[in-house]
């Protein structure tokens, strides 16, 4: 049963024909793909199943193989990365959503952590819901197994990380995540000042230099990456380091005396969408 944070997240989402109205690649082929993606998610099809059924279309469309993708979690040996945001804590203030941008030079239309925000009832009895989304990070995530240039996969340490040298711009992965946590760059509105020695879109902390039509991240999709090239500094996500409530908690679920893995384990606990059995690595505290 879907919660009142599933149904505000549900509102802010676009239809996927809205999203592949301007692809150049096949609409229909696009929604069917992301749909059976869903449901391989949720275990109702197997990969096998998925494979065999576009396989065909996918070579004929974008004259690729579809590969097996590992759409399931890692072997929970090593480091599971993973988030917990205090929605107790969590004013609405939408820092996450500005340092997240300033962090990741994003441009207008392009935002990788977003807060909804709902109001009820009539002044002075009002409520307010915040619900922060960054990527779920999920570890069933359907957007890896829809892409049929496998530009979107899980690393090792379980995130899931977006390729941009790879994406053709299709957008099967947005219309396939369930959480609308996807955003396609148009290359609109690039103007800004750079500091000395700054760069433009430090996709994993590479410099891509000056952005040329045609040249990645242009034409291409984005997403939050829980700061990736931050991590490997040893450094937290940036959403993590500027919350001014202190509402954000980063670290290792697989370690039991970590903060996240108990915060986690608690019984405030929960997930957006778990009925989409996309097991997703961000929790919320109610």
């Known amino acids: 049963m879907a919660t009142k944070y599933d149904v505000l997240i549900n509102n802010g989402l676009a239809s996927g024909s809205d999203i592949l109205k301007s692809s150049k690649y096949d609409t229909n082929l696009g929604l069917n793909m992301a749909e059976d993606a869903r449901r391989l998610s949720d275990g109702l099809i197997t990969e096998e199943e998925f494979v065999n059924k576009y396989q065909e279309s996918v070579s004929k469309e974008f004259n690729q193989k579809l590969e097996y993708q590992a759409a399931v979690g890692n072997d929970n040996t090593g480091v599971k990365w993973g988030m917990v945001i205090d929605l107790r804590k969590c004013v609405g203030c939408e820092t996450c959503t500005v340092?997240?941008?300033?962090?990741?030079?994003?441009?207008?239309?392009?935002?990788?952590?977003?807060?909804?925000?709902?109001?009820?009832?009539?002044?002075?009895?009002v409520s307010r819901t915040n619900i922060p989304r960054p990527c779920m990070h999920c570890d069933r995530p359907p957007c890896a197994s829809v892409c049929p240039v496998r530009a979107t996969y899980k690393a090792e340490n379980g995130i899931v990380v977006q390729?941009?040298?790879?994406?053709?711009?299709?957008?099967?992965?947005?219309?396939?995540?369930?959480?609308?946590?996807?955003?396609?760059?148009?290359?609109?509105?690039?103007?800004?000042?750079?500091?000395?020695?700054?760069?433009?879109s430090p996709e994993h902390g590479m410099d891509r230099g000056?952005?040329?039509?045609?040249?990645?991240?242009?034409?291409?999709?984005?997403?939050?990456?829980?700061?990736?090239?931050?991590?490997?500094?040893?450094?937290?996500?940036?959403?993590?380091?500027?919350?001014?409530?202190?509402?954000?908690?980063?670290?290792?679920?697989?370690d039991p005396e970590s903060t996240v893995s108990k915060l986690a384990s608690s019984s405030r606990a929960f997930r957006l969408k778990e009925e989409y059995g996309t097991e997703p690595r961000v929790y919320y505290l109610r």
């Open 210 to 254: 000056e952005r040329e039509d045609g040249k990645s991240p242009i034409g291409t999709v984005r997403k939050c990456n829980f700061c990736f090239h931050r991590l490997e500094r040893g450094e937290e996500p940036a959403c993590v380091e500027t919350c001014i409530g202190d509402a954000r908690y980063f670290g290792d679920l697989n």
């Open 99 to 125: 340092s997240c941008k300033a962090e990741n030079r994003t441009p207008p239309g392009v935002t990788y952590n977003q807060v909804f925000i709902e109001e009820e009832g009539t002044f002075p009895n």
């Open 163 to 200: 390729d941009s040298d790879r994406c053709i711009g299709c957008r099967y992965c947005m219309v396939a995540c369930p959480y609308g946590a996807r955003s396609f760059d148009f290359g609109e509105n690039y103007d800004e000042m750079l500091g000395f020695e700054d760069m433009q």
